[in-house]
């Protein structure tokens, strides 16, 4: 109880300017004690007002109230410091350079604890009081701590800016209308407040739902993340699994070609030998009778020689030597070389089937697909060389060195026998599969009756027949645009639609195989767009051309 007795004391006696103990304390005419020389510096800055007031209660004296010691307050302040007692504040109190200071506090200024709006000022928690004690301040709008206050004073007319200007949307003090925005339309600032109060709610409501949208767009793409690194795993498994079954198959075919090619070497060598082995007992008994006969043919007893020569001249049967072949030796040269042949066919085959799966991997597109261009610029961004694969074109169909143009003839083209070729149709594809978004450009020439197909379809179309799973446009495995003298008809599922659009001897073709998009283009001077397809692509497309009498056509280089 000493204690807090003790710490009513330095309250009583500390000036509510500076804080500290009372240095030099007057008492003014309302009553409140200060330092002699933080008054004084205060009432100071208010000559110019010619109005003298209490920091505290804010009473107003004139004139300037002349300044007498108070002993009484004196003697007490000097007891205090005797006993060792000390009224300023902790360090933490005192206001920092990022801090709101007090603006009444003289010396080292303490934290703000409010801001007055109506006074324009900040105040730390003792000077603060006569807001709570005062019945006109406790009307006071107090806000936390600002160090803007000056910002809501009017440069003009040195008043709060308590009134808003809907003319020039800016805060006004309500003098201002009177000259500078007279006869503007002026409202109370609070009034204006209330208004941009609600449309700040809805501006609100639409962040906060943007913000949702927002939410659930990063869980979709999460999720798609997860799905991509969930797909990738499951390809890479996939992959190494297939790869690692070639590897064995591979394997277990050279193990065979191995086990066979030494079955018939031991089988050969067998046979080489067992012959061998009769010609050298041939060898053996020929000597043997040539010695004999030798022998006979010395001795000089006639009688003995006509005896024994009956005997002695039958030989043994010679042992058939037929198969002996003098030829160039060439044993197992023919495996080796057929072995190569199915080396380079699978590189052949490795080689066309890898740069599909790169284009197939370069084109994995995880976010929404890109708007479709609206320019030919645009479309060129996407342009791609597209070669005419010959294992598929009809044997009616000349192609060109650099595989780009095709034309039909009536003499039949050497071909060699493959499955992938169409058989009656007058067609080809494209030697690699398209995914992802492209764009390429067709030139046909044609007569009077002649024309093109220009499509594109999947890579499992049927290449035998005259049925309609074979022909371009007649089933929902291909897209055509034909193009003919008499104008635009495009197929799918064996549907025509005619096309109405300028002519031309040029048609581009755009596609976004993940967006579903296939567009078909007059080009000229300027493009046109024909048709436009929007579906869902299931698997990797070919482009194709089909041909009419008389038709050529050309895969364009865009540059």
Known sequence: MAQKGDQLDQETISCSICLDLLKDPVTI??????????????WDGEDEKKIHSCPQCRQAFTPRPVLKKNTMLAALVEQLNKNGLQAAPADHCYAGLEDVACDVCTGRKLKAF??????SASYCENHLQPHFESTKLKKHKLVEPSDKLQENICSRHDEVMKMFCRTDKKCICYLCPVDEHKGHDTVSAAAERTERQRDLEVRRKNIQQRIQDREKDVKLLQQEVEGVSCSADKAVEHSEKIFTELISLLQKRSSDVEQQIRSKQETEVSRVKELEEKLQQE?????KKDAELKQLSDTEDHTQFLRNYPSLSR??????????IIRPLRYFEDVTAAVSELRDKLQDMLRDEWTNISLTLTEVDVLLSEPEPKTRAGLLKHSYEITLDPTTAHKWLLLSEDRKKAELTNQEQPYLRHPARFSLWRQVLSRYILTGRHYWEVEWRGGREGGVHVA????????S???????????DKSWSLFCGPNGYEFWFKGICTPISGPRSSRVGVYLDHTAGILSFYSVSKSMTLLHRVQTTFTRPLCAGLGFDAGVSAELCKLT
């Open 29 to 42: 005419p309302c009553g409140h004690s200060y330092c002699m020389s933080c008054i004084k510096n205060f």
């Open 114 to 119: 409010k801001s007055c709006l109506t006074c």
């Open 283 to 287: 060898i053996t008994e020929l000597k």
């Open 315 to 324: 030989v043994c049967a010679p042992t058939d030597s037929s198969s002996i």
């Open 456 to 463: 594109v379809t999947y890579k499992s179309i049927s290449r």
């Open 465 to 475: 027949g005259w049925s309609n799973e074979s022909q371009f446009g007649q089933n």
